[in-house]
Structures are given as C-alpha cells and as structure tokens.
C-alpha cells in the first residue's frame, strides 16, 4: 500500500493500515514534517478527545471568541470551561507519522509523486522523484493520494457545476512579550469587514506562552484585483499593536475545495484522501479534524478491499460515507463561506456583516462553537435565512 502524503489525512490511514498488519509505505515530499506548517489549527475540544491526540501537540487551550469588526467594534464571549485548542500543525504531523513508524508503517521524505498508471494486472505504478533528484517507481496494489489540495495524482476535480473555490493565506509566528501574550490568551480573535481584510478575514491565536499565530487569508476572486496580501498582515499588526513583535517562522499556503463535494473518489487503484478530495471547510479554513475523519472513513473499506481482492464493491459507498460523515450541512456552510468572504469588498458587504453579527451578541460562547465547528445554523435561528438564501 502507498500513501502519497503525511498530512494528517495521509498519516492517520497510514497508521490504521499498520495497526492492521498491512505493509504501508508513506511517502511525503517535504524533508522536514515540521516545515511549511500553515494551518490555523483550531478544534472543538471534542475532536482532539475524540482522535486522541497528545498534550505534546497542543500549543494553547482557549475558552473564548473575540470578533472585531466590521471597524474597530468588538464582540467577546467566554466560558468556563476550555472549548478547544490551538495545535502545534508541525508537531502534530510528526507525531502522527511517529505512530504510523511505530506500528511498522514505513516512511520516507523528500519524495514527490510525478504521475502513476495501471498495469494490465490492476496494479498501481507510481513515478516519484526523491530527494536526490532521481526518478523511479513505486508499484502497489492500492495508491492513495493524500497530497492536499494540489491533487498530486487525482488531477483537478471537472468544474462544471461545482468548480474549485480557492482560498490562499499568509501566517506568522510571534515572540511577544507576557504582558502581550496575556492580551490574547484563552480565546481565537478573528478580524472581519473589508477594512481589515477584503474578501476574507484575519486571526490572532495564542501558542505556547509569549508566542502568539498571526494571519490573513482570502477566497480568490478572479473578478477582482486583489492587494497582497502582505500588505493586509502588516496592517493587521500595526492596528492591533503587534508591529514591531520577532517573527519565528513565516508561511503559507492554499485550500481549494468544491462546495458541493461530488468529484471522482476513485480511479481503479487510485483514492483520493483528505483535501486532494475536499474535505478542507471553506467557512473557517479548517481541514485537519475532517481529514483524520476522511481517514477513519476510509481504513475500513480499504482493509476490506485488501482482504478480498476480488470484491471491491464496499470501495464504491466511500463518497456516500464520507459525505455522510461530513454532514448535510456542508454544502450549506461552503455556500455561506463564499457568499461572506467574497461579499465583504465594499461598505455593502461590511453592514450585510454586521446585521447578522447582531444575532449572535445574545448567544453563549458554546454556540459559537456550534455553529463555526459543527455548523449548527438553526441554533441561530430564523433571522439567519435570509442571509444565508441570499436575499439580504
């Protein structure tokens, strides 16, 4: 078995084949798993209980939500309990790949997938380059491209009815002062309305003491010229008194993701996992917990499908399983990210905001939670329908 990358959705198969007893052989095209480690990284408490994951990769717990904006207004609710944590998005994929290691599951770096073909035999055969530049191939009876959303195998999803929504984000990490660090602990501040960030938003998340997670991100509008933004991050940090803070790393990246999810799953021994199949939310940009989930969905149809290799059929209900664990409301939540983010480009977009904000500043905490997470949109009640239909 092949699993073409060691992000969570990749490492999490690759540690249920092992624990199996299948042979896994996991490659990734990074030389460093803790390199390039864009991701928010904010969960609901209830997922990293539920996929168990380790103090070691927890950077911060927060028990809050602050909104600022549209303008300099704020909005705060707390609880009095923690409600999620900000993860360590490095530590977590080596720990990950450690528990695939650790269960025989074998791993190399520095291994990029080019392209793969189907043998007369129904066999997979993969053409990687490693790290030293040389080409050469890999064969397996089952190859899953879990290599985000570039696609690496599965190529682009057609665009017909539900093309790609692309969104591309910039994040630093600061070394700050106590006094600082305190200003922002305990809850994920999150900077809306087109004088902050046009057509997508900004974050301040608390990491481990005096370190705090800066960022800006957009959905791409091929309508519009788009500043940069750098520019934008500068902005946030100089408005909200960050300017001037030591920054550790510096990185990046993209999702892109369908709003409606029905791309091919699969192509013979081909499977796509994790974003290279859409599981990244475009509401908050958030993909680690629904790809862990796309690999639980997955392990035991695979397992299945290796124990009686003539029969594959239970291969067949994996986009129907995995739509069904993604919810009903995902399609809605992936409309209402791209009518905010795209909207708020002008004064309009900024008081269409701000109305529906207005519903929220009765609820608790936990309702936030609820509906940013878990999207719960009837906990806000009717007053959100329109909004969400379109007609305001």
Request: include cysteine.
């Amino acid at each position: 078995m092949l699993v073409v990358g060691a992000g969570p959705a990749g490492a999490e198969l690759a540690r249920l084949l092992a624990l199996a007893g299948v042979d896994v052989l996991l490659v990734d095209r990074l030389s460093d798993l803790r390199q390039a480690a864009f991701s928010s990284a904010a969960l609901p408490l209830d997922a990293v209980e539920r996929y168990g994951l380790p103090p070691q990769v927890v950077a911060a717990r927060w028990s809050g939500w602050q909104l600022v904006g549209p303008g300099d207004q704020r909005r705060h609710w707390s609880a009095a309990q923690p409600l999620g944590a900000v993860l360590d998005f490095g530590a977590l994929r080596q720990w990950l790949a450690d528990q695939a290691l650790g269960w025989g599951a074998r791993l190399q770096l520095g291994v990029t997938a080019l392209g793969w073909q189907m043998e007369p035999s129904g066999t997979c055969l993969t053409q990687v380059r490693d790290a030293s530049g040389v080409r050469h191939q890999i064969r397996s009876r089952w190859v899953v491209d879990a290599s985000g959303e570039g696609r690496a195998l599965i190529g682009e999803p057609p665009c017909q009815n539900d093309p790609l929504v692309a969104g591309v984000g910039v994040e630093w990490l600061l070394q700050v002062s106590p006094e600082v660090s305190a200003a922002w602990a305990d809850r994920l501040s999150f900077f809306l309305g087109s004088h902050w960030v046009q057509q997508g938003y900004g974050w301040v998340f608390p990491m481990a003491p005096g370190r705090l997670k800066v960022g800006v991100c957009r959905l791409h509008d091929p309508r519009r010229d788009q500043s940069a933004l750098g520019q934008e991050l500068g902005a946030l940090l100089q408005r909200s008194g960050l300017e001037g803070a030591l920054v550790l790393d510096r990185h990046g990246g993209r999702i892109r993701s369908t709003v409606r999810r029905r791309e091919r799953h699969r192509q013979g021994p081909l499977i796509g996992l994790g974003d290279a199949v859409s599981t990244a939310n475009l509401l908050g940009g958030e993909g680690i917990r629904h790809a862990l989930a796309s690999a639980r969905v997955l392990a035991p149809l695979l397992l299945q499908a290796l124990a009686h290799p003539q029969d594959t059929a239970q291969l067949d209900r994996y986009p129907a399983l995995l739509r069904r664990e993604l919810g009903w409301r995902w399609s809605l939540s992936g409309r209402l990210a791209r009518r905010t983010w795209l909207g708020l480009a002008s004064e309009r977009g900024d008081r269409r905001l701000e109305r529906l904000l207005q519903g929220l500043h009765t609820r608790k905490a936990e309702d936030l939670s609820a509906l940013l997470f878990h999207y719960r949109f009837e906990r806000y009640g009717l007053k959100a329908l329109p909004y969400l239909l379109g007609w305001r």
